[in-house]
C-alpha cells in the first residue's frame, strides 16, 4: 500500500517572535517493512536554515531557524511511503522472555548491542508499579512474543482511551492508577512494563490511517499522529505491538521515528525568543494511492 501524508502545524502566537531555532522529526525513515520515496517541507515564515541529518537512532531530522519577525509560524510535511508485508514470528516459538538476559550477554553483535541500549529506564518510563503489573502476564518460560501480545490485549482492556487527561509529563504511575489516557501513555506504559523485565522496547511514533464512520466522508486533516512500540526478539528483530489498537501494526501504521521515549523523537521541538503565549493546531492526512 502507498500513501501520501500531509502534517500540518500551524503556531499562533500572542507576541511578535524574533528568532526561533527547530528540531523537527517529521520524515519518515526507511525500515524493512517501509519503503520512503518523497518528503518535502514547506515552512512560512522561510527560513534561513533548513538543514537535513540523522539523530543518534538513524531517524531523518531537519534543523530550521526562522530570523524574521513572526507571530504565527505554519510548517506543513509531505511524504510519500509504501508499506511492505513483512513476515511476522510465530508466537508460540519465540525465546523464552527470561532467556533474553541470557541471550544479551552473549551476544556482540551489532543488533543485539544495539537493543541492550533499550532496556533502561528513561525519562517518560520510569515506574514503580509497571513490575507488579506485567507478571501476569509474563510467567517463567513463557514465549516471549506470546506474553507480550497478551500484554497488549490486557492494556487495551484495562484502560480507556480518553484525551485531555493527561499530557507528556503524565508519569506511568498515573496512568496505572487513572487508566485512562491516549496512546503515547499507553506505549509508554507497555515499554516500562518490558523493560521492568530486562526486555528491550521502544518507542515508535508515525501516523494511523484512520476510517470514516459508515456512510462519511473522511475529512481533510481527520487522520491522527500515532505512537506504539517494538519489542526485541533474537533471531526475529523488532516487531511492533499496538496497546492502543490491541493490534500488531500492518499496512495501516506509518513509522516516522523511534528511540527510547516520545522525548526522542517528539514532531517538532526548539526554541523561540519572545513569543508569549502560543497555540498549536495540528492536522493530519494520510491517504492511500
Request: net charge negative; glycine share 6%; proline share 7%.
Amino acid at each position: 500500500m502507498i500513501y501520501d501524508v500531509t502534517h500540518k502545524t500551524v503556531f499562533s502566537y500572542a507576541s511578535r517572535v524574533s528568532l526561533s531555532q527547530h528540531l523537527l522529526h517529521m520524515a519518515p525513515r526507511a525500515c524493512p517493512q517501509q519503503t520512503h520515496y518523497h518528503f518535502s517541507l514547506i515552512v512560512e515564515p522561510a527560513p534561513v536554515v533548513n538543514r537535513e541529518d540523522f539523530d543518534f537512532f538513524g531517524n531523518p531530522i531537519t534543523y530550521l531557524t526562522v530570523e524574521e519577525p513572526h507571530d504565527r509560524l505554519t510548517i506543513i510535511a509531505t511524504s510519500r511511503v509504501e508499506l511492505i508485508p513483512v513476515s511476522l514470528p510465530i508466537a508460540e516459538t519465540t525465546i523464552a522472555w527470561d532467556q533474553m538476559a541470557q541471550t544479551l550477554e552473549q551476544r556482540t553483535d551489532r543488533e543485539a548491542i544495539e537493543a541492550h541500549q533499550f532496556i533502561f529506564d528513561s525519562p517518560y518510563t520510569v515506574s514503580q508499579r509497571a513490575l507488579a503489573y506485567v507478571q501476569e502476564s509474563f510467567p517463567s518460560g513463557r514465549p516471549l512474543l506470546q506474553a507480550a501480545i497478551e500484554l497488549t490485549s490486557r492494556i487495551f482492556r484495562d484502560f480507556k482511551y480518553e484525551g485531555g487527561v493527561t499530557d507528556i509529563n503524565t508519569p506511568v504511575d498515573r496512568i496505572l492508577t487513572d487508566r485512562r489516557g491516549v496512546c503515547q501513555d499507553f506505549a509508554h506504559l507497555q515499554i516500562a512494563c518490558l523493560r521492568a523485565l530486562g526486555l528491550p522496547a521502544r518507542y515508535v511514533s508515525g501516523y494511523l490511517r484512520t476510517h470514516p464512520a459508515e456512510g462519511q466522508e473522511l475529512k481533510i486533516g481527520a487522520d491522527a499522529s500515532h505512537a506504539w512500540l517494538s519489542v526485541w526478539i533474537p533471531a526475529h528483530g523488532w516487531v511492533d505491538l499496538d496497546p492502543t489498537n490491541d493490534m500488531l501494526p500492518g499496512d495501516e501504521h506509518i513509522t516516522v521515528s523511534w528511540g527510547r521515549d516520545y522525548g526522542d523523537v517528539s514532531p517538532i521541538t526548539g526554541m523561540v525568543l519572545g513569543g508569549g503565549a502560543q497555540k498549536i493546531d495540528v492536522s493530519v492526512d494520510v491517504r492511500p494511492v
